[in-house]
């Protein structure tokens, strides 16, 4: 096992945004630490190292437990894990289920379902991984997964306040600087980008850190629980917040889904699917809530270790 580290010198910066979603805001002064962290995410052939060295079993290639999802069809209660697909024309896009599905049998292993394989992908980011298996990685490597304060102020390289990675300019649909997704979604992409899935860690140039990735290609996991940014106050008006954390575990149940027990952590920097048609979250004040027993073909994660 080895990582390619780079050094993220911490300090103070903007973290949010205002300008688009409502749990992105409001912007607030914080400061992180410093630390070391990873140059791309987890690729299949780091992954396949840990398992290989500890067996571990990930969470899609385990049943689902029928107690934490009442009203399951016992159908779906088996190993897999959520897989997308082009649709064959326009749908709604408030209805995720359109492009969406349990996919039995789908796991790192299998990103595309139990006939496919690794071939041709060993340096792309794992995918179909929940946050007990990056965490379990973490451990078994001697690192652990970033908060999300951190990897916000990794992802953003020096440009404090900057609408992307790179800067304040999108280019996404005409010269693209990160594997996102081009053309009508979800029924039509162009490839532009070259990719229709995941890409290679390392493809596209670094950000001002030396760092791969941080917008596009997967969405990461990150170890705080989730919560509404619009509900926070402020405790501390008068200085930045010192490594701030996220909520409790208890406030991270979706209140849609009551029925439902299962907390979420933050997962941040968008995916291959992610367009300004629908999910405009290739940017580094983006984040979105994601179960924890829940893998899905476009998260994978990186890792970091903190002090010198």
Known sequence: MSHEQTWIPGGEFD???????????????VSVDGFWMDRGTVTNREFAEFVEATEHVTVAE???DPALYPGAKPEDLVPGSLLFSLTEGPVDLRAHGNWWAWARGTDWRH???????????EDHPVVHVAYPDAIGYAEWAGMQLPTEAEWEFAARGGLDGAEFVWG?????ETEPRANTWQG???Y????????????PTGHYEPNGY???DMAGNVWEWTDDWYQDRSDVTDDAPCCAP???RGGSMEASLDPLQPGTPIPRKVVKGGSHLCTIQYCFRYRPAARQPQMIDTSSSHIGFRVIRRGE
């Open 111 to 121: 990103p595309t379902g139990p006939g496919s394989s690794l071939e041709g992908l």
């Open 15 to 29: 973290m949010g945004s205002d300008d688009h979603y409502s749990d992105e805001g409001p912007v607030r002064r």
């Open 188 to 199: 039509e992409n162009t490839k532009l980008d070259g990719w229709i899935r995941t890409s």
């Open 168 to 172: 304040d300019d999108d280019s996404q």
């Open 242 to 244: 010192a490594d701030p």
């Open 62 to 64: 385990v049943a689902p």
């Open 184 to 186: 009508g979604f979800p």
């Open 210 to 212: 030396d760092l791969y």
